[in-house]
């Protein structure tokens, strides 16, 4: 196989050959570089790759030639190549007009484009080098050759192979999983030494190779810490979802001893989106996995310490402080908690399925299942902002996507970007007050039952379900004194129904335990977005300033000023 193409394709002399050159200076050695200037040529590459089994990893479609049928050849490199990046060229100054605003958003929600490129200005153009390695980076992730994917090998995609995975998941870290009897399973035993007497294995990018592992032994390969090197701190976080890692890296780069403390690994339920264009910041958008990897390196350079693989069982008052019991050994101690354990997607509750859960059937993330998925047939279960950016991603693979949703419209609880691209996109359907209630296959989903508002069911063909339904909070673990709602989620500061035990009121995220708050998808209330669970990690760190301003115990002894906006968010 040879080097991955990037081609190029742009009607203007001046333009292609401005692109050419910076693409040859920086990417020559490893990719194969094709520039041309009709479109006849561009399919022939696209075509021609694809015949010799080549992967295409990005093609730059020229504006004024998009609009002349580069949108065929765009969708032609989406249907031959899944995972490769599509991008509109376009000029300086122009992706502010209107007229252009909208082509560029069309495109993007049609699928036809993954982003845009302002064409290079100049000999050395870093802004559009920068762009274009973002993109070659998230071709990368998504066909799983980075030099830091963790390789399993097993006897099937259920059982302790798929547990594995759904660990690996949550540790947010970018593995690829094979059946032993494949022609890439074989090879990665062969290169191993190992049989298939030891299934699962996982190999690591250093070579290192561990038969069956515990979800402990897996997260500390992994380089993933699971123990802290002390047991007292100011703040422990239990939860490392986005509320948990927004307010490690806020509440130690303001001078608390901090421990995250997670039964998983980054990230939490974020890992299963697979893109998400609305988060600020990021115009390509951006995985939930990488944003969880970003923010977990930020706290870890202010300081942070984590804990992963290590489930929290009890919390309680300790003298001047809180104690919680966890399954790494001794008890650790904190002045403060918060807790940002997120929820979980509710189980289907159908027996049939629950028993292909691995084999067809998926609670969650689709990124890693999706490219063994080409041409079949998927249904997502949910109507939230997970289940539409799953579908989107899975639509790069599967021959037709269906979304089955409850609500009378897909507007009921998806994002309006969102619902957008889902009515865009060519191969996804929409099944509106809906739900599944049986299915079954042998040893793998085969089929489906659908039922309509009107209570009809009907039998359908099924590869693959992901199932993305409601929020399951993870609260069982929590003493009767944590206040909760019918659901399980914790009540905070005014939607506490208790008797308050202090002078000053509650704070906006304190629980009915004084010093104990609570932030994003676990409390009652909360806005489910990946920028709401941030914010209010962040808004619970000022919360802990006032909470111990007057303390002589403040973080190394030293007296701080409450921030001036402490006093706005109770």
């Given at each position: 196989?040879?080097d991955?193409?990037?081609?190029?394709?742009?009607?203007?002399?001046?333009?292609?050959?401005?692109?050419?050159?910076?693409?040859?200076?920086?990417?020559?050695?490893?990719?194969?570089?094709?520039?041309?200037?009709?479109?006849?040529?561009?399919?022939?590459?696209v075509?021609?790759?694809?015949?010799?089994?080549?992967?295409?990893?990005?093609?730059l479609?020229?504006?004024r030639?998009?609009?002349?049928?580069?949108?065929?050849?765009?969708?032609?490199?989406?249907?031959?190549?899944?995972?490769?990046?599509?991008?509109l060229?376009?000029?300086?100054?122009?992706?502010?007009?209107?007229?252009?605003?909208?082509?560029?958003?069309?495109?993007?929600?049609?699928?036809?484009?993954?982003?845009?490129?302002?064409?290079?200005?100049?000999?050395?153009?870093?802004?559009?080098?920068?762009?274009?390695?973002?993109?070659l980076?998230?071709?990368?992730?998504?066909?799983?050759?980075?030099?830091?994917?963790?390789?399993?090998?097993?006897?099937?995609?259920?059982?302790?192979?798929?547990?594995?995975?759904?660990?690996?998941?949550?540790?947010a870290?970018?593995?690829?999983?094979?059946?032993?009897?494949?022609?890439?399973?074989?090879?990665?035993?062969?290169?191993?030494?190992?049989?298939?007497?030891?299934?699962?294995?996982?190999?690591?990018?250093?070579?290192?190779?561990l038969?069956d592992?515990?979800?402990?032994?897996?997260?500390?390969?992994?380089?993933s810490?699971?123990s802290?090197?002390?047991?007292?701190?100011?703040?422990v976080?239990?939860?490392?979802?986005?509320a948990?890692?927004?307010?490690?890296?806020?509440?130690?780069?303001?001078?608390?001893?901090?421990?995250?403390?997670?039964?998983?690994?980054?990230?939490?339920?974020?890992?299963?989106?697979?893109?998400?264009?609305?988060?600020?910041?990021?115009?390509?958008?951006?995985?939930?996995?990488?944003?969880?990897?970003?923010?977990?390196?930020?706290?870890?350079?202010?300081?942070?310490?984590?804990?992963?693989?290590?489930?929290?069982?009890?919390?309680?008052?300790?003298?001047?402080?809180?104690?919680?019991?966890w399954?790494?050994?001794?008890?650790?101690?904190?002045?403060?908690?918060?807790?940002?354990?997120?929820?979980?997607?509710?189980?289907?509750?159908v027996?049939?399925?629950?028993?292909?859960?691995?084999?067809?059937?998926?609670?969650?993330?689709?990124?890693?299942?999706?490219?063994?998925?080409?041409?079949?047939?998927?249904?997502?279960?949910?109507?939230?902002?997970?289940?539409?950016?799953?579908?989107?991603?899975l639509?790069?693979?599967?021959?037709?996507?269906?979304?089955?949703?409850?609500?009378?419209?897909?507007?009921?609880?998806?994002?309006?970007?969102?619902?957008?691209?889902?009515?865009?996109?060519?191969?996804?359907?929409?099944?509106?007050?809906?739900?599944?209630?049986?299915?079954?296959?042998?040893?793998?989903?085969?089929?489906?039952?659908?039922r309509?508002?009107?209570?009809?069911?009907?039998?359908?063909?099924?590869?693959?379900l992901?199932?993305?339904?409601?929020?399951?909070?993870?609260?069982?673990?929590?003493?009767?004194?944590?206040?909760?709602?019918?659901?399980?989620?914790?009540r905070?500061?005014?939607?506490?129904?208790?008797?308050?035990p202090?002078?000053r009121?509650?704070?906006?995220?304190?629980?009915?335990v004084?010093?104990?708050?609570?932030?994003?998808?676990?409390?009652?209330?909360?806005?489910?977005?990946?920028?709401?669970?941030?914010?209010?990690?962040?808004?619970?760190?000022?919360?802990?300033?006032?909470l111990?301003?007057?303390?002589?115990?403040?973080?190394?002894?030293?007296?701080?000023?409450?921030?001036?906006?402490?006093?706005?968010?109770?």
């Open positions: 196989m040879g991955p193409l990037i081609l190029v394709v742009d009607d203007v002399p001046e333009q292609l050959g401005s692109v050419e050159a910076q693409l040859r200076e920086r990417y020559e050695r490893h990719y194969r570089i094709e520039c041309c200037a009709d479109l006849g040529t561009g399919f022939a590459h075509r021609r790759a694809a015949s010799d089994g080549e992967d295409v990893a990005l093609v479609v020229g504006q030639l998009e609009r002349d049928g580069g949108g065929a050849l765009l969708e032609e490199s989406r249907r031959l190549h899944p995972h490769a990046r599509r991008a060229l376009v000029e300086w100054g122009e992706t502010g007009l209107p007229a252009m605003a909208d082509a560029i958003f069309e495109a993007i929600a049609s699928g036809r484009i993954d982003h845009y490129l302002i064409r290079p200005m100049g000999s050395r153009d870093e802004v559009f080098q920068s762009e274009v390695q973002g993109l980076l998230d071709w990368t992730d998504a066909r799983l050759t980075s030099p830091h994917t963790i390789f399993i090998v097993g006897e099937s995609w259920s059982g302790r192979a798929h547990e594995l995975r759904e660990a690996l998941g949550r540790c870290m970018p593995y690829s999983f094979c059946l032993a009897d494949s022609e890439q399973g074989r090879d990665l035993l062969t290169r191993t030494g190992e049989d298939r007497r030891a299934l699962p294995v996982v190999i690591f990018p250093n070579g290192h190779v038969r592992p515990s979800n402990v032994e897996l997260a500390m390969a992994a380089g810490p699971v802290p090197d002390r047991m007292d701190f100011d703040l976080i239990v939860g490392a979802g986005p948990g890692l927004s307010a490690a890296v806020y509440g130690a780069s303001e001078g608390f001893s901090t421990l995250v403390i997670d039964e998983g690994g980054i990230g939490g339920q974020s890992t299963s989106s697979s893109l998400i264009r609305n988060y600020l910041g990021f115009p390509r958008g951006v995985t939930g996995r990488r944003l969880a990897q970003s923010a977990y390196r930020q706290a870890c350079i202010f300081g942070a310490k984590f804990a992963f693989m290590q489930r929290v069982t009890d919390m309680r008052a300790d003298g001047d402080g809180i104690s919680l019991s399954s790494y050994g001794a008890p650790v101690r904190a002045r403060a908690v918060l807790l940002t354990g997120g929820a979980t997607y509710r189980r289907l509750g027996p049939a399925l629950e028993a292909l859960v691995g084999e067809g059937v998926f609670y969650g993330n689709s990124a890693s299942e999706a490219p063994g998925l080409v041409d079949r047939e998927v249904f997502v279960v949910g109507g939230a902002n997970s289940a539409g950016q799953a579908a989107l991603y639509s790069r693979f599967a021959g037709r996507v269906t979304i089955v949703v409850r609500a009378a419209s897909l507007g009921a609880s998806m994002s309006h970007y969102l619902v957008q691209l889902v009515e865009a996109a060519p191969n996804i359907e929409v099944r509106l007050s809906t739900s599944v209630v049986d299915g079954g296959g042998d040893g793998h989903l085969e089929r489906i039952v659908v309509d508002g009107d209570g009809n069911d009907e039998v359908v063909a099924a590869d693959a992901f199932a993305m339904i409601g929020a399951r909070p993870h609260t069982d673990w929590l003493p009767d004194t944590v206040q909760r709602d019918e659901q399980g989620f914790v905070t500061g005014p939607h506490l129904d208790v008797d308050w202090l002078e009121a509650p704070f906006l995220l304190e629980t009915s004084p010093g104990v708050f609570a932030a994003g998808d676990i409390r009652h209330g909360s806005v489910k977005r990946v920028a709401s669970a941030v914010g209010e990690g962040s808004v619970a760190i000022q919360m802990l300033h006032e111990f301003a007057g303390d002589e115990r403040y973080p190394h002894g030293r007296a701080v000023e409450v921030p001036a906006a402490a006093s706005d968010v109770r």
